[in-house]
């Protein structure tokens, strides 16, 4: 994994890393898809989440109290990446 990271830097792209009391990640543009998407990694448990345009202007059309449920470490945040996200 650090020699992907390596090539990420050599060109030029920047790595932006957050953290707080409960969160950690790292934010960066990946160029790898069919167009520019953000890809997410929790700092604490490795997963990952890539983000198209849609996807991330879509968070702006959330207000404080529909983002909630998903802050709750309940509903995903305790699941281990094995589990399958589609789960009913």
């Given at each position: 994994?650090?020699?992907?990271?390596?090539?990420r830097?050599?060109?030029?792209?920047?790595?932006?890393?957050?953290?707080?009391?409960?969160?950690?990640?790292?934010?960066e543009?990946?160029?790898?898809?069919n167009?520019?998407?953000?890809?997410?990694?929790?700092?604490q448990?490795?997963r990952?989440?890539?983000?198209d345009p849609?996807e991330v202007?879509?968070?702006?059309?959330?207000t404080?109290?529909?983002?909630?449920?998903?802050?709750?470490?309940?509903?995903?945040?305790w699941?281990s990446h094995?589990?399958?996200?589609?789960?009913?």
């Amino acid at each position: 994994m650090s020699g992907e990271n390596g090539s990420r830097r050599e060109r030029g792209q920047a790595r932006l890393e957050l953290s707080s009391e409960f969160a950690a990640v790292s934010v960066e543009v990946d160029q790898q898809a069919n167009g520019p998407r953000l890809r997410i990694e929790n700092r604490q448990n490795r997963r990952v989440v890539y983000l198209d345009p849609l996807e991330v202007a879509s968070l702006t059309w959330l207000t404080h109290e529909r983002l909630g449920p998903f802050l709750d470490p309940s509903q995903t945040g305790w699941r281990s990446h094995d589990e399958g996200e589609d789960q009913a």
